[in-house]
C-alpha cells in the first residue's frame, strides 16, 4: 500500500503544471490515511507529522506569539533620561494584555506536540517538535510567567541536545534567570555559550545582545559595549540595529568615551528613527561633542533652533538641559547654571527631568564645595526624579548626607550667633532682635506682593489664551465663534486642555486612582509604600518637631517673635556652656560627615582643626587626632599626617588608635579572632540543639575568658539564659532573661529575651518555653497552641530586617539593600520600606515569589560584607515572612511566638 502511495506521489511531484498549494491538497489526504502512527519511523509518517506539525499547528501558534510580543514591545515605556532597556518586554500588567494570544498559541503547540511528536528509540523523529516547546516557553516568557518559562527552556535544552534549538533554548533561559534575579546561573550559561564553537551563526544577534543585558544589569558597561557591538554587527532586523545603536551610543557617552558617542548618535539620527528617538539623539549629541571640533558651533545653533520650533515646546526642558551640558564642555558653568534654571523653569509635567535639571546643579555647587547650595539642590532632585531612576538610592543618600552636614553646619552658626548676641548689653540685644524681625517682616511682605504680582500676570495671560482660542473653537453645533452652548466646562476644548495643565502644575503626572490627591497612598498593610514609611519617619524625627517649632514661630506677629528670639539668648553660664556643647558636638558631626559620607578629606580637616582650636580639651581629642591623621593621608599632606600621628603615639600610646596605626595587620587579626570566635559560638549553639544545657553554659563561662567583650557576648549569654530555662527554676530563668535585656539593651537577643518575659508574665500563657533562637519547642506535656500563623510557602514571601530604633542605621541600611537589589535583583523591581514599631524598627523587602526566593534573599545579604559593614550586624534579625502572616504579627508583636512557628514549619 505505502509502495503505490509513494508512486503515486513520485508521479504528481513530477508534473510541471502542479503548484505547491495543489501538491499539498492532494497529498495530505493521502498521508493521512497511511501515516497517522507516531509510532513508525517512516519515510511517509515523518513527512505527515513534519507538515501537519510545521502548518497547521506551529505557524499559527508561532503567528500569535509574534503578535503579542510586537503588542508588549508596544506598551513598553523608554525612559530616555537613563540607558534604554535593549529589550521592550514591558511590566507585569502589561504583559497581562496579551495572554489571550500567548494562552493561545501554548494550546496549539501542546496540541501539536500531543499529536504530532514521534519519540522513537530516545530520538524526536519530527523537527517540529523542539520549536514548539520553545514556542510555549516565549510565550510564558512574553507573560511574564518566568518560572514556568525557566522549566519549558530547561527542558529543551537539556532533550534536544542534537538540535539548533538547544542554543536558542539556553539563551532564554539565560535571559528567563536574568529576569528572576539568577544572575548566577545567568553567568554561567554565559560563559558556556561564549566558549561554545558550535553556536549557530543565526543566533549571535541575539546571543550578544542577552549577554550585553547581563553586563548591563551588573554595570559592566565596558563588556556590555564589547557584546553589544557584535550584536550590532549580526542582527538583521532594522528595528534592532537602530536600538541597539542608540544604547550603544549612550553607554560610550556613559564611559566618556564622547568622541565615540557623538559618532554613534549621530548615526542613530541617519537611520531615521522616530521622532522621540531622533529628538533624544540630537540631544545627547550635543551633550557628547568636543568643543574642539568642527561641529562645535553647529551642534550649539542646533540646539538654539529647536528651541523656536513649535512642536519641541514640550521639549524645551531637555533643550535647555542639553545647552547646559554644551556650557559645560566649554567649562562655562555660569552659563550652564543659568540653562538648568531655564530648565526647571521649562518642566512643567516632566518631573525626572526637573529632577536631573536640579541635580545637574547640585552637582556643580558641590564641586564648587558650596555645600549649602548643593543640599537644596539635592533635595529638589530627590523630590522630582521617580524611584526606579537608576541612581535614585545614591542621590537620596547623598541629599541625606548634605542634610545631616547642613543641620549641623546651622546649629554652628546659630550657636556662633547666640553667643555673640549674649555678650552685647540688653538694650543691645533689643536692638538686633528688632532688627532681625524687621527684616523678616520686610522680606515676606516683598515675597507676597512678588507673588501676588505673579498670579496676576498668570491670570491674565490665561484670560487672554483662553479668550482667543475660545473664539475660534467651534461651538457644540460647529458655529465658528459663537459662545453658545459652551460656556460649560467640559464642553470647551480649550478649558478642559488649561484645567488638565493645572492639575499638572500643581498635582504632578497622576494616575487616575482613588486618592490621587496624596503623593502616597495609605496601604490596607501595615506597610505603605517606601515613600509614605519614609515620610512617616521624617515627621516622627527629632529634626521634623525642629522644623515645626520654627514653622510656628514664622505664623507668630512681630512682637512674639522678638520676645522668643530674645529668650533664646543664652544669658546664664550654664546656658552659654549647654550652647558650646551643641556646637562642639556639631563641629565633630560635620568633620565625620565631611570624611567618612562625602569623602571630603580638605573640608574635614579644616573643620576638625577649628574644632581643637576653639575647644581644645573636649571629649574628642583623640578620635579627632586619628580622623585628622586620615584626613591628610587623603589629601596628602605626608607632613601633617606625621604630626597627628606622633601625637596618637607618643601621648595615646596604649589606645585602639596607636594600634591601628602601629600595627598594618591589626583589622586582619581582628578578624581572625572573630572567625575563630564564631566557630566557638556554632559549636555552643550545636551543643544546645542537642539539649547539652550544662556544655552551653559552661561555654558561655569560657567565652568570657577567651573573647572579653566581643560581639557575639549577647549571643553567648541568651543561650546560657534559654539553657537555664530548661535546666534551673523559673526565677532563675527570669533573672537569667532580665540580665541579657540590662547588659545587651541595643542587639536583637534584648527584643527576643523581652518576648519571652512578656509571655512569662501572662497568667494565661503557656508554662512551656518558647524558644526563640533555634525556634523549637521544648518536650511539654501540655499540649502546644496552634499557631496563628499560617504555612504558605509557595505564596508571595517578603524579607523582614529588625532592629532596634536606638540604632541609627535606618537610611544607610535602606541605601545599601538598593544598591544590592539593583546589582543582584534588577529585574524582579524590590520595593522597600520601613517602619517603627514600639521601639524596634522593621525593614520590609517585598515580594518574593515563594519562601524559597526570599530566604535564597537572606543568604545573598548574609554573604555580602558591604550590607552591614560598619553596623553592628548582630542587632538584626532577619527572617521572611507572608504579607498575611506579617498583619498578624504586626498586631501580635511577639516575635519569639513567630520565629518559633517558621522554624518549625520551615525547616533550614
Known amino acids: 500500500m505505502q509502495k503505490k502511495v509513494i508512486s503515486y506521489l513520485y508521479n504528481i511531484f513530477t508534473l510541471k503544471h502542479f503548484t505547491r498549494i495543489k501538491i499539498v491538497l492532494v497529498i495530505t489526504p493521502l498521508l493521512f490515511l497511511i ?3 507516531t509510532k513508525k519511523n517512516t519515510v511517509v509518517n515523518r513527512a505527515y507529522h513534519n507538515l501537519t506539525a510545521h502548518y497547521n499547528g506551529y505557524f499559527n501558534a508561532r503567528e500569535r506569539v509574534k503578535e503579542g510580543a510586537k503588542t508588549l514591545a508596544a506598551s513598553h ?10 529589550f521592550k518586554y514591558g511590566t507585569d500588567d502589561k504583559a497581562k494584555a496579551i495572554y489571550p494570544d500567548m494562552d493561545a498559541a501554548i494550546k496549539k503547540s501542546s496540541i501539536v506536540i500531543q499529536r504530532h511528536s514521534m519519540l522513537i528509540d530516545g530520538k524526536e523523529r519530527c523537527r517540529w517538535i523542539p520549536d514548539n516547546y520553545l514556542l510555549i516557553g516565549k510565550a510564558q516568557f512574553y507573560k511574564h510567567d518566568f518560572w514556568t518559562a525557566l522549566e519549558t527552556f530547561q527542558y529543551v535544552a537539556s532533550t534536544y541536545k542534537d538540535n539548533p534549538k538547544h542554543y536558542e533554548g539556553l539563551i532564554w533561559l539565560m535571559q528567563t534567570q536574568m529576569q528572576l534575579g539568577k544572575m548566577s546561573d545567568a553567568e554561567y550559561l554565559l ?5 561554545e564553537k558550535k553556536l549557530p551563526s543565526y543566533y549571535k544577534a541575539l546571543f550578544n545582545a542577552v549577554a550585553a543585558d547581563f553586563y548591563l544589569k551588573k554595570d559592566n558597561y565596558p563588556k556590555a559595549i564589547e557584546q553589544l557591538k557584535t550584536a550590532v554587527a549580526f542582527t538583521k532586523v532594522r528595528a534592532d ?8 551610543a549612550q553607554l560610550y557617552q556613559k564611559t566618556d568615551s564622547n568622541e565615540k558617542a557623538f559618532a554613534l548618535y549621530h548615526q542613530v539620527i541617519k537611520m531615521n528613527p522616530d521622532y522621540e528617538m531622533t529628538f533624544n539623539a540630537r540631544i545627547n549629541r550635543a551633550r557628547s561633542f568636543d568643543v574642539n571640533s568642527s561641529d562645535a558651533a553647529k551642534v550649539k545653533n542646533e540646539l538654539l533652533k529647536m528651541l523656536k520650533d513649535e512642536k519641541n515646546k514640550e521639549y524645551l526642558d531637555q533643550v535647555y538641559y542639553a545647552l547646559s551640558g554644551v556650557a559645560m564642555r566649554e567649562k562655562d558653568t555660569t552659563q550652564a547654571f543659568k540653562y538648568l534654571k531655564e530648565s526647571v523653569a521649562a518642566s512643567t509635567s516632566n518631573t525626572n527631568q526637573k529632577g536631573i535639571s536640579y541635580l545637574e546643579m547640585g552637582e556643580i555647587s558641590y564641586r564648587k564645595t558650596d555645600f549649602r547650595q548643593a543640599q537644596l539642590y539635592y533635595d529638589s532632585a530627590a523630590t522630582n526624579i521617580a524611584s526606579d531612576y537608576p541612581d535614585y538610592a545614591l542621590i537620596q543618600n547623598k541629599k541625606n548626607n548634605l542634610s545631616r552636614l547642613v543641620k549641623n553646619l546651622n546649629i554652628i552658626s546659630r550657636g556662633d550667633s547666640l553667643l555673640a548676641l549674649s555678650a552685647l548689653p540688653e538694650s543691645e540685644q533689643h536692638n538686633r532682635v528688632d532688627g532681625i524681625v524687621n527684616a523678616e517682616d520686610q522680606e515676606a511682605q516683598r515675597l507676597k506682593e512678588e507673588e501676588a504680582a505673579k498670579k496676576a500676570k498668570e491670570q491674565e495671560e490665561q484670560s487672554n489664551q483662553q479668550f482667543s482660542q475660545f473664539q475660534n473653537q467651534p461651538n457644540r453645533e460647529g458655529v465658528t465663534g459663537s459662545t453658545t452652548g459652551s460656556s460649560w466646562y467640559f464642553y470647551n476644548p480649550s478649558a478642559i486642555s488649561f484645567g488638565f495643565s493645572e492639575f499638572t502644575k500643581k498635582w504632578g503626572n497622576r494616575k487616575l486612582e482613588d486618592n490621587w490627591r496624596r503623593s502616597s497612598k495609605e496601604s490596607m498593610a501595615a506597610f505603605g509604600s517606601a515613600e509614605e514609611e519614609e515620610a512617616k519617619a521624617r515627621a516622627d524625627s527629632l529634626e521634623a518637631a525642629e522644623k515645626a517649632m520654627a514653622d510656628s514661630i514664622r505664623q507668630l506677629n512681630s512682637e512674639a517673635r522678638k520676645k522668643v528670639y530674645f529668650d533664646n539668648i543664652p544669658k546664664t553660664t550654664a546656658q552659654k556652656d549647654e550652647t558650646n556643647a551643641q556646637i562642639l558636638e556639631a563641629y565633630y558631626n560635620a568633620g565625620i560627615i565631611y570624611k567618612e559620607a562625602l569623602l571630603q578629606p580638605k573640608p574635614a580637616a579644616d573643620d576638625l582643626e577649628e574644632m581643637m582650636k576653639r575647644y581644645p580639651d573636649n571629649k574628642y581629642i583623640l578620635p579627632a587626632y586619628y580622623n585628622l591623621y586620615r584626613c591628610y593621608l587623603a589629601i596628602p599632606d605626608s607632613n601633617k599626617a606625621d604630626y597627628y600621628k606622633n601625637i596618637i603615639l607618643t601621648k595615646y600610646e596604649d589606645s585602639e588608635y596607636a594600634r591601628i596605626i602601629s600595627n598594618p595587620n591589626y583589622f586582619k587579626d581582628a578578624q581572625r579572632k572573630t572567625a575563630i570566635m564564631q566557630v566557638f559560638y556554632e559549636n555552643t549553639y550545636r551543643a ?6 550544662t556544655d552551653v553554659i559552661e561555654r558561655k563561662s569560657a567565652a568570657d575568658s577567651l573573647f572579653p567583650g566581643g560581639s557575639l557576648s549577647p549571643k553567648f549569654a541568651y543561650l546560657k539564659a534559654l539553657a537555664i530555662g530548661y535546666t534551673k527554676p523559673r526565677p532563675e530563668f527570669e533573672t537569667a532573661l532580665k540580665a541579657v535585656v540590662t547588659s545587651y539593651p541595643r542587639d536583637s537577643v534584648s527584643i527576643l529575651a523581652k518576648a519571652i518575659l512578656a509571655k512569662m508574665s501572662n497568667p494565661t500563657a503557656s508554662d512551656s518555653l518558647w524558644n526563640a533562637e533555634n525556634a523549637t519547642l521544648p518536650s511539654s506535656n501540655k499540649p502546644i497552641t496552634p499557631s496563628i500563623y499560617s504555612f504558605m510557602p509557595d505564596v508571595s514571601h517578603n524579607v523582614v530586617i529588625i532592629f532596634s530604633a ?7 541600611l535602606k541605601g545599601r539593600l538598593n544598591l544590592f537589589n539593583q546589582r543582584n535583583y534588577g529585574a524582579n523591581k524590590l520595593n522597600i520600606s520601613n517602619l517603627t514599631i514600639d521601639g524596634n524598627v522593621y525593614v520590609m523587602v517585598r515580594s518574593f515569589p515563594n519562601h524559597t526566593q526570599s530566604s535564597e534573599y537572606i543568604k545573598g ?6 550590607i552591614f559593614e560598619g553596623m553592628d550586624k548582630n542587632v538584626f ?3 521572611p515572612i507572608t504579607e498575611q502572616n506579617f498583619n498578624k504579627f504586626v498586631t501580635d508583636k511577639d516575635i519569639s511566638k513567630y520565629l518559633d512557628f517558621y522554624r518549625v514549619n520551615y525547616p533550614q
Open 877 to 879: 534579625t532577619l527572617f
Open 77 to 86: 515605556t523608554d525612559h530616555y533620561d537613563r540607558i534604554l532597556d535593549i
Open 861 to 866: 545579604l548574609n554573604s555580602d560584607p558591604s
Open 191 to 195: 560563559d558556556y555559550l561564549k566558549s
Open 688 to 693: 544546645f540543639l542537642n539539649r547539652q544545657y
Open 35 to 37: 501515516s497517522c502512527s
Open 241 to 248: 540595529k537602530i536600538r541597539y545603536t542608540y544604547i550603544l
Open 806 to 812: 536606638e540604632h541609627p542605621y535606618t537610611n544607610q
